[in-house]
């Protein structure tokens, strides 16, 4: 099975900071990589798919990036809504699986 | 607009058995893979199963192979899993998913999931 993991696994950052979160897998997917957002209470939404694709009707400040082990979401200047759990999920192969997830809140 | 809808959780005693559905409407049914993922309380994301648009093909996460079988019915446009010889740590939020056109193995519409509590 490929191992996803995440890093940090929080942080907290400002209003208009930009923030970077790593995801890396135990072997190569290429752009299999997936970007979820879930927010408090609520299901999760997909936000970028094949690593770097944005997803229709997510706002332009998220992005994607990496091949291969290595993964990064970057939201470019946090904004309050934003406040969340981010995970990645490799969609290589089954079984599927998902990172431990990130929680980002404002300072 | 894609809606999916899940019904069937509640609270079941550890070895009880549970039928989850999914509701789906606003995209052509059999033409998308399904699944199912969820979370435990206060916990991440676990995916639990997927099926194949035609129903021909199914994949289980080892934790819940030869307990759980993932089923469709075109008809309807419904989605269920049968949840066999339940345990502690199946209780969680079964969340029903999309699969995209992309392989079917990422998800790109979620409901807003139904608790499944196995206690005594």
């Known amino acids: 099975d490929i191992q996803m993991t995440q890093s940090p696994s929080s942080v907290s950052a400002s209003v208009g900071d930009r923030v970077t979160i790593t995801c890396r897998a135990s072997?190569?997917?290429?752009?299999?990589l997936v970007w979820y957002q879930q927010k408090p209470g609520k299901a999760p939404t997909l936000l970028i798919y094949a690593a770097s694709s944005l997803q229709s009707g997510v706002p332009s400040r998220f992005s994607g990036s990496g091949s291969g082990t290595d993964f990064t979401l970057t939201i470019t200047s946090l904004q309050p809504e934003d406040c969340a759990t981010y995970f990645c999920?490799?969609?290589?192969?089954?079984?599927?699986?998902f990172g431990p997830g990130t929680k980002v809140d404002i300072k | 607009e894609v809606q999916v809808l899940e019904s069937g959780g509640g609270l079941v005693q550890p070895g009880g058995s549970l039928r989850l559905s999914c509701a789906a409407s606003?995209?052509?049914?059999?033409?998308?893979?399904m699944g199912w993922v969820r979370q435990a309380p206060g916990k991440g994301l676990e995916w639990v199963s997927t099926i194949s648009g035609s129903g021909d093909d199914t994949f289980y996460a080892d934790s819940v192979k030869g307990r759980f079988t993932i089923s469709r019915d075109t008809s309807k446009n419904t989605l269920s899993v049968q949840m066999n010889s339940l345990r502690g740590e199946d209780t969680a939020i079964y969340y029903c998913?999309?699969?995209?056109?992309?392989?079917?193995?990422?998800?790109?519409?979620w409901g807003q999931g139904t608790l499944v509590t196995v206690s005594s």
């Open positions: 998913a999309k699969g995209s056109r992309r392989a079917g193995r990422d998800f790109d519409y």
């Open positions: 072997q190569g997917i290429s752009s299999w």
């Open positions: 999920q490799q969609s290589n192969s089954f079984p599927l699986t």
């Open positions: 606003g995209f052509t049914f059999n033409s998308y893979a």
